[in-house]
């Protein structure tokens, strides 16, 4: 069974870079048919998307974010990344990643990560 | 952008009401439109697909329906475990999500 993990620093200092890895276990990543995604909650909000990155490394982000982030995939160590820079308070929240699941009849996010919070404070 | 406005906000029913909750998107998404469960602390979960299909293993009691810009979420009879917050999520144009419905036990 394919399961998500969330992995990377806790806190960020303001202007840094906030860089979080999602290791992917139970399958490839490889696999045809998927894709790699990225969210964020602030606290007491909704779900916040990030973006995706594709098998062949073709990415899509959220418009509001899409000058400070970026998302990649390691095939070889079989996760993917988010790397948000120029961070401030206002991105402290708990970021998730998702498995994208695409066929004809269905474009899901169909198993998620547990989430990590990630802090933005001097 | 796609804007998903979904409504409301919050509700408080007792265990075994109906539990309707509605999304509208700002433009045309067909059945391109998804919901999910999220309960503090644990991986969101995905319930229905392409606006009306049951995910695999979910129970029936969820339901899922509409096309265009006007869907409908419902619960035929809540139970105890059903208290999150449940999300729409438009996939017509990148990624959208509603803004959560956050239901509550009387």
């Known amino acids: 069974q394919v399961q998500l993990r969330e992995s990377g620093p806790g806190l960020v200092k303001p202007s840094q870079t906030l860089s979080l890895t999602c290791s992917v276990s139970g399958g490839s990543i490889t696999r045809g048919g998927y894709y790699w995604s990225w969210f964020r909650q602030h606290s007491g909000k909704g779900l916040d998307w990030i973006g995706y990155?594709?098998?062949?490394?073709?990415?899509y982000y959220n418009p509001s974010l899409k000058s400070r982030v970026s998302i990649s995939i390691e095939t070889s160590n079989n996760q993917f990344s988010l790397r948000l820079n120029s961070v401030t308070a206002a991105d402290t929240a708990v970021y998730y990643c998702a498995r994208g699941w695409y066929n004809s009849i269905r474009n899901t996010f169909d198993i998620w990560g547990q989430g990590t919070m990630v802090t933005v404070s001097s | 952008d796609i804007q998903m406005t979904q409504s409301p906000s919050s509700l408080s029913a007792s265990v075994g009401d109906r539990v309707t909750i509605t999304c509208q998107a700002s433009q045309d998404i067909t059945t391109n439109l998804n919901w999910y469960q999220h309960k503090p602390g644990k991986a969101p979960k995905l319930l229905i697909f392409?606006?009306?299909n049951l995910e695999t293993g979910v129970p029936s009691r969820f339901r899922g329906s509409g096309s265009g810009t006007d869907f409908t979420f419902t619960i035929s009879s809540l139970q105890p475990e059903d208290i999150a917050s449940y999300y729409c999520?438009?996939?017509?144009?990148?990624?959208?999500f509603g803004g959560g419905t956050k239901v509550e036990v009387k």
């Open positions: 392409d606006a009306s």
């Open positions: 990155v594709y098998n062949s490394g073709r990415t």
């Open positions: 999520q438009q996939y017509e144009d990148l990624v959208t």
